[in-house]
């Protein structure tokens, strides 16, 4: 499996590899368009099926988890049996510029995912153009989300999360987003009882600039698909095969019937919303000098030399909206803690007692 980080080329050689095994197409010949700084951008085709679903990740540059799970996707062998079905469409990396500097906007620092109407960037308009000639019968949007989502009262952290987008200001419940939903439905039931947290439901407020929101304004069922996070999973490994494994389950669902359309719209909502409540490293009943106090980490992501560091820093003293942490160090119950807390000007903050520490992998 591809690292967390990866540079382009990287990628590129990699994924010329898969290709290699899958059906011995050249890369090269896979090239759609080009990305601001005249990256190419790739498209594979595969399945002869009457249904087609098209596939795209990575539109923020710093989401590579659900890229990765569509590689473990084309290397397995049950691949096959799924084609036969399916057209499939995938755009593996749609913001290659992003991906290289670990960026979620693009080369013009520009969100593609704000992008649906304006269409201002050359990565926004190759994907409409897609979307335009392959008339999809369904959309997956794929993304990964960052570690601070949990449940409502932050006791469980959010390690997938799905969203059947609203189509119209009314969220209206059409057919194509109610068949959105059951592809979700289909894959909480199967994979509900194997994360590390729960699966999640990300709120339906509707914005005709988001790509997915669009789309289903187009009457094409689309789902978001989001690689969360999970106690030490900093490599986001355990979520690339989950979201593997969601993408098997999803592709299977588009032909398997649902229930009363009430029964899926239920279903739907049983799934739980999400909320902003968890950081990193949550050190409570630190004593100041001001008094006890609760300290909220976040490590901040940065390349360098080809590497992802996480660089751990202080982003706030007794914030109410944190619930809880993917580490809690609670003080009155730690005692290898030698007092050597220290916080920088930039806000990094370092323990060698309590291993807060900047790392990589």
Same mark, same amino acid.
């Given at each position: $499996? ?10 590129? =050689? ?54 990765? #799970? ?28 992003? *991906? ?65 987008? #609203? ?12 068949? *959105? ?45 989001? *690689? ?102 609670? $003080? ?28 990589? =992998?």
């Amino acid at each position: $499996m591809l690292p967390r980080y990866y540079s382009y080329s990287q990628f590129e =050689n990699y994924f010329q590899k898969l290709l290699n095994a899958l059906d011995g197409s050249r890369l090269k010949d896979l090239d759609i368009g080009k990305s601001v700084l005249k990256r190419s951008i790739y498209g594979l085709k595969i399945g002869s099926g009457k249904v087609k679903v098209l596939v795209w990740s990575q539109m923020h540059g710093n989401e590579s988890s659900t890229t990765r #799970a569509i590689c473990e996707l084309l290397k397995r062998s049950d691949l096959d049996r799924i084609l036969e079905n399916i057209e499939l469409y995938i755009i593996p990396i749609l913001n290659p510029d992003g *991906a290289e500097k670990w960026t979620r906007v693009n080369a013009n620092n520009v969100d593609l995912n704000r992008d649906a109407v304006l269409l201002s960037q050359p990565e926004s308009i190759l994907l409409r153009k897609v979307f335009d000639q392959f008339q999809p019968h369904y959309c997956f949007n794929l993304h990964g989300q960052r570690s601070i989502y949990g449940s409502k009262n932050g006791s469980i952290p959010a390690q997938l999360s799905f969203l059947a987008p #609203a189509g119209d200001e009314n969220k209206t419940l059409s057919v194509a987003r109610i068949k *959105a939903m059951h592809v979700i439905n289909s894959i909480n039931t199967d994979l509900n009882h194997h994360v590390n947290g729960i699966i999640g439901r990300y709120n339906d407020d509707f914005n005709i600039n988001c790509v997915g929101d669009f789309m289903m304004s187009s009457s094409v069922p689309t789902v978001l698909f989001e *690689a969360g996070h999970s106690g030490d999973d900093y490599s986001r490994d355990e979520v690339s095969m989950l979201v593997y494994k969601a993408l098997q389950i999803a592709l299977k669902s588009v032909f398997t019937s649902h229930l009363l359309d009430v029964a899926v719209v239920n279903a739907y909502k049983s799934i739980p919303e999400m909320s902003k409540a968890y950081v990193d490293i949550w050190i409570k009943n630190y004593k100041s000098s001001t008094g006890l106090q609760h300290l909220s980490i976040q490590y901040h992501e940065q390349i360098k030399d080809g590497e992802l560091y996480f660089i751990p820093i202080l982003i706030g003293v007794n914030r109410e909206d944190v619930l809880n942490g993917h580490r809690v160090i609670d $003080m009155s119950d730690d005692h290898s803690f030698k007092n050597d807390l220290i916080v920088e000007g930039n806000f990094e903050i370092h323990s060698e007692s309590l291993n807060i520490k900047i790392f990589t =992998n």
